[in-house]
């Protein structure tokens, strides 16, 4: 019984990918917002997720990415590509420069495949615009919707683009933020369709704060 328990646990955390650091015990739904950043090419497949917004006084500087890897889509026999987007946040007061240490992290819904990346941050500032990669419909063939993520930081036009996947094409930039930088996220996410074709992530929306 033991080592089913332990074998349980360890397991459970494997799930998680890489470490989180940040705290999410400050997270907020109800935090006010400037403005809301969109793009144009993502699917419509599932339901939008409840928005999630930095603590009062942070602004995302960082992200990181959930992705279902080539050999796990092959066991499963679909591929999902992009499962998931979280965006740690810093309190810009302080003047720090990435990477951070001391960071909250929040994100809306996700899918049920893949593991998390690795943090990117901006060498400085904060994330302010994003570009979404998404595959065409694929008709009979498997579909994975969103499979990739580029954020512009406000520091110097500074790009950092996501551990992804690559099918599909990168869409047109949205707008930049109007305000201090963005400040919380809602996902669109398709829920496991059993013998279906799973898409997972396809759409993000993107808060700006002052």
Partial sequence: MHHLVCITVILFLASFGSSVKGNRAERSIDRPFKSMLIVDNGHRWGTWGQKEMCPSGFYAAGFSLKVAGHWESMLVGDNTALNGIRLHCVDISKGKSGPYTDYATVQSDTGSWGKWKDIKWCKSGTLVS????????????????????????????????????????????????????ICGIETMVEQPRGLGDDTALNDVRLFCCD
């Fill in 130 to 181: 994003f570009q979404l990669r998404v595959e065409a419909y694929q008709g009979a063939f498997d579909d994975t919707a969103a499979n990739n993520i580029k954020f512009k930081c406000s520091k110097d036009d500074e790009e950092l683009v996501g551990d992804g996947t690559s099918w599909g094409d990168w869409g047109s930039w949205s707008d930049k933020c109007d305000g201090k930088g």
